[in-house]
């Protein structure tokens, strides 16, 4: 196996050099990265658990994910992209227990064997006007040339929703930087997407040189959490928009991105489970005509050039079940990031994030009563804010490919009970990329 991995890596790099050192505008590339994440908790202290309550023994967990990607530059403004991935291993208790988890890189599936699947397949056309251009730096799915600031474009097919929206230098990927759920996005964004985390759909982009607008209309599937895309997509179908302005403070550069969504599908309500049967089960109360929808902000400034902070907040109406992401019905984020300049490690970075999660009134009854989602549920429930703290360390091992990150978090009030936890979890992220 090791073998082979060494020749599909020395044939991605010379591939991917060859289009780099012949070609200005890159015709096509190839990259590749691989993320391993090993978490460990101590076992902790409970006064109850439920089906879906974090385990209180201590456990070791690891999670591994490949990634291959293509790119090509088909004609003028067209570019295609494919990436087929596998992934393998679990979180904690079954990636189970916790709003916020610890592991992003995790999803929840029923197997912990390694699967190979397609990841992405898009076709992007790129409709262009204005002199202004940008350099674009050869990378994974962007291929390297002239980007002009002035643009309109429509992306069909599958991708990632955190690939084009809300997006931010700093607490955006769990491979590279913080890796709680809550941290890779807006916590109240129940973005659309598989069990895997991406999705079918058409997105477009209305780039200017200061600002950006983005919008996407995307499937969704038939289940909560679910692998099948729902075919009923005048029923069962998500909007999402954003609104990206890009600034300089102090001579340095700043972001704010506004976010809105809305979701709408075969989806049950809490008040409506609750009324139904006792202990309340919200698959029974299902049916088309439901809809969440939502809002974020997520803001982002390098105050020097070696040291950004970041904030986010996000909130959605919480009546109806989390369909996709987790269940955070309320978020706020802030943290910073600082490079390793000064102590001589300019490619490290040291990171350190506080979050604070929510959930609504409907949904806090529905767990208070011993509901069930699909990630959190105690069988009862003494309410309390979900709270987490993450420190990493990232370490440049091998010229800028190959990383080692330690990483420490703190929760208090795992899934919103302040009779759990808190839980300590600790961490050893291995991440090449080229």
């Keep these: 196996m090791k073998k082979i991995y060494t020749l599909i890596a020395c044939a991605i790099c010379g591939l991917s050099a060859f289009a780099q050192d012949t070609i200005k505008q890159q015709r096509f590339n190839f990259h590749f990265q691989q993320t391993t994440i090993t978490q460990h908790k101590p076992s902790f202290g409970a006064d109850y ?6 385990s209180t023994g201590k456990e070791t967990a690891t999670s591994l994910t490949t990634t291959l990607f293509g790119g090509a530059r088909l004609w003028k403004g067209a570019q295609a992209y494919f990436n087929p991935e596998l992934a393998g291993g679990s979180g904690f208790s079954k990636t189970l227990g916790v709003a916020g988890f610890p592991n992003g890189e995790t ?5 912990t064997e390694p699967k190979i699947y397609i990841a992405r397949l898009y076709l992007s056309q790129a409709f262009t006007w204005g002199k ?34 809300d997006a931010n230098t ?53 289940t909560a959490n679910g692998s099948i895309w729902d075919e009923r997509i005048g029923k069962a179908n998500t909007q999402t928009l954003e609104y990206e302005k890009r600034y300089t403070l102090n001579d340095q550069p700043g972001a704010v991105r506004l976010l809105g969504f809305r979701n709408n599908g075969k989806m049950g309500k809490y008040r409506d489970a609750l009324a139904f049967s006792n202990p309340p089960v919200i698959d029974t109360v299902l049916g088309y005509g439901h809809h969440k929808y939502g809002f974020g902000i997520n803001a982002e400034q390098f105050i020097t050039k070696n040291f950004g902070v970041f904030a986010k907040a996000s909130w959605n109406d919480g009546h109806t079940e989390t369909w996709a992401f987790t269940e955070i019905d309320r978020s706020l984020s802030f943290g910073g990031v600082l490079k390793g300049t000064g102590w001589k490690r300019q490619n490290d970075e040291l990171g350190l994030a506080f979050v604070g999660n929510g959930i609504s009134g409907p949904h806090r009854d529905y767990l208070a009563a011993g509901g069930y989602g699909f990630i959190i549920g105690d069988g009862k429930l003494n309410y ?21 990150t330690p990483d420490y978090q703190f929760i208090m009030h795992p ?9 300590n979890v600790f961490s050893l992220r291995a991440h090449i990329e080229f």
């Design 132 to 165: 202004d251009r940008d350099t674009v730096e050869d990378d994974l799915n962007q291929l390297a040339g002239y980007k002009s600031k002035r643009y309109f474009s429509v992306t069909v097919g599958k991708f990632g929703m955190s690939d084009f929206f």
């Design 384 to 404: 309390g804010t979900e709270m987490i703290a993450e420190l990493y360390y990232k370490l440049d091992a091998f010229q800028q490919k190959f990383w080692l």
């Design 170 to 222: 700093f607490s955006h990927d769990p491979r590279s930087q913080f890796m709680n759920w809550s941290l890779m996005s807006n916590g109240a964004w129940d973005y659309p997407a598989n069990t895997r985390g991406y999705v079918m759909g058409i997105f477009t982009e209305l780039g200017m040189p200061t600002w950006t607008l983005r919008f996407a209309y995307t499937m969704t599937t038939t």
């Design 107 to 111: 999803f929840r599936v029923g197997s």
């Design 49 to 54: 658990s439920g089906q879906n309550s974090l």
């Design 415 to 423: 899934a919103y009970n302040k009779d759990r936890g808190p839980v």
